[in-house]
């Protein structure tokens, strides 16, 4: 919400109350962010946003994240995050499907070759036992640091943790491949597009 406290806002996106008031006016700068009624704020060109989010996160935020990529004992993606979903059942901490698998339950069309998971320092804890060895070129199992909780949906819409739309989107484009990236145009279009149409 563009018009939340920025105390909020900083809160969600795990940065300081100062960063988070430097960037506001950044983005209002930018006009990213416009005047709303009630002297609050609304979101300009949310499409645009979007791609400059798409570019950040390629770019700037992911390879910040990534804990490594491994090779699993079993090489079927369901099949990893079937046993992976059972060791993090019932702990506290969080994690969450993007990319090419969350696109799988999203649209029923996809079917990826690889699993990539966004975990917390207390899911790559339970991790640990999974019989799976590093292999940075061809692993099967992408692991990625959660940001914030914030990155998981709302909804349940699978049999485990999905990220966000948009940042499965996000994955699929980085990702690059031909199917992924005409499964994100789905995404778009379904997930992202009714935001962008009612402005967020």
Not at 115 to 126: G, I, M, N, P, S
Request: charged letters at 25%; glycine letters at 12%; a negative charge.
């Amino acid at each position: 919400d563009a018009g939340a406290p920025l105390r909020e806002i900083a809160q969600g996106a795990g940065v300081a109350l100062g960063t988070a008031h430097a960037i506001r006016g950044e983005m209002r700068r930018a006009q990213w962010l416009m005047p709303a009624a009630d002297e609050r704020v609304r979101f300009g060109d949310l499409k645009g946003l979007i791609e400059l989010f798409v570019r950040g996160y390629t770019l700037k935020l992911r390879p910040t994240r990534v804990i490594g990529r491994y090779r699993h004992k079993k090489n079927a993606p369901q099949d990893i995050l079937e046993g992976m979903a059972q060791r993090l059942t019932g702990m506290e901490g969080h994690w969450a499907v993007p990319g090419g698998m969350a696109a799988r339950e999203l649209t029923q069309y996809l079917e990826p070759n690889t699993a990539t998971l966004f975990v917390d320092e207390q899911a790559r804890a339970k991790l640990g036992e999974e019989p799976m060895l590093r292999d940075e070129v061809g692993g099967n199992v992408t692991l990625l640091r959660l940001p914030d909780p914030t990155f998981i949906a709302e909804k349940v819409l699978g049999p485990w943790p999905l990220a966000t739309p948009l940042l499965t989107y996000a994955e699929l484009l980085q990702d690059g491949g031909p199917r992924e990236i005409e499964t994100a145009q789905m995404i778009y279009e379904r997930f992202i597009e009714p935001m962008v149409t009612h402005g967020g």
